[in-house]
């Protein structure tokens, strides 16, 4: 695999630096019951999941038709994007390709190459910096571009967004509008859960709780929560704490009667949003006979879309150092603690 080419050519529209065009690069999704398992397999390719884990995973997409909303997601963020680009007349195209399904990356960066697309910045759906949520998709996008060669457009990846001030308003919209509703519900945001081992590697954590801290500041609140949902692996593999089940528990133990839940760590309604959160922690908490209200993800907010784009046309090079988000070393290669 060679080294992702970073260096990207810019043209000048109106006094407005641009690049070729904008790529939208996310994690992908089934779009029916017979895409389950094969796209399951994708995500689980190198990892030691059983066929029988996967096939008990795939039951989740399957009780919504075996659709997951991400790749509808996806298409409306593109359409949002090109709106706002077409409204300050920055007449660039925005592809969109996917790590696990269709359209997959590779397939998109031939797309481009075959429109004569010959440089582009790409935004990750992924707003946190994490091996799994950053450095990965850097490995895809490099994997790409060498298998579709020497036309392969040069991408230059924009950094994680998670302090970017139209993120953390669209958060503080969707956050504030339900405390309007229950302006005493205890807050709790949800990120993935990540190994303990990724986590070590990575920011993860810390700008998770610099990002809950500055959205809480925005709509007027000090009392909130962090956990964290949707971990896989082996049960003897330490992924991050708490749940949010277990702290649903915790907090009706506290006397909470009314929680609202912020998915901080998602930009769009994933399965892990609409099964995990909307499906199992909503029966959670009904059955500890508590209120319980999940704020939309950022989707295609206003402020999220512009921030966006205001990255894609003035773009920097990334701030993370070499050494960031590095793959997890197996147990064995861990230094003693």
Not at 147 to 157: C, E, F, R, S
Not at 215 to 233: E, M, P, T
Request: aromatic share 8%; glycine share 6%; with cysteine.
């Amino acid at each position: 695999m060679g080294y992702p080419r970073y260096s990207y050519r810019l043209a000048i529209a109106q006094g407005v630096i641009l690049p070729d065009a904008l790529l939208v690069v996310s994690f992908g999704g089934p779009e029916g019951p017979e895409d389950v398992m094969p796209f399951l397999r994708n995500v689980a390719r190198g990892r030691a999941i059983s066929e029988q884990r996967l096939s008990a995973v795939a039951e989740h997409y399957h009780l919504f038709g075996g659709i997951s909303p991400i790749n509808q997601c996806n298409r409306q963020l593109v359409a949002a994007l090109e709106q706002e680009l077409a409204g300050r007349n920055a007449h660039i195209p925005v592809y969109w390709g996917n790590r696990n399904w269709h359209p997959l990356l590779v397939d998109t960066l031939a797309q481009m190459a075959s429109d004569g697309i010959t440089s582009a910045v790409a935004l990750t759906t992924s707003a946190f910096g994490s091996y799994s949520g950053c450095r990965q998709y850097t490995e895809d996008i490099a994997q790409a571009q060498n298998t579709v060669g020497a036309t392969a457009p040069i991408i230059h990846k924009l950094p994680p967004f998670w302090n970017q001030v139209g993120f953390l308003e669209a958060v503080a919209h969707h956050l504030n509008a339900a405390l309007r509703q229950e302006p005493n519900a205890a807050v709790v945001f949800t990120a993935h859960s990540i190994p303990e081992a990724m986590a070590a590697t990575a920011p993860y954590v810390s700008q998770l709780e610099q990002a809950c801290t500055q959205v809480a500041a925005q709509v007027g609140i000090s009392d909130w929560h962090l956990a964290y949902q949707s971990r896989s692996g082996p049960p003897q593999v330490p992924w991050l704490e708490p749940d949010i089940c277990a702290e649903l528990e915790r907090l009706t133990k506290a006397g909470a009667t009314n929680i609202i839940v912020v998915p901080i760590g998602f930009v769009a309604d994933h399965m892990e949003v609409i099964y995990d959160l909307d499906t199992e922690a909503q029966q959670r908490a009904s059955e500890l006979g508590i209120g319980f209200w999940r704020v939309p993800t950022v989707g295609t907010h206003p402020s999220f879309v512009k921030m966006i784009v205001d990255m894609a046309v003035a773009p920097t090079p990334s701030p993370c150092p070499a050494s960031c988000c590095l793959a997890p070393l197996p147990p064995t290669q861990r230094p003693a603690s």
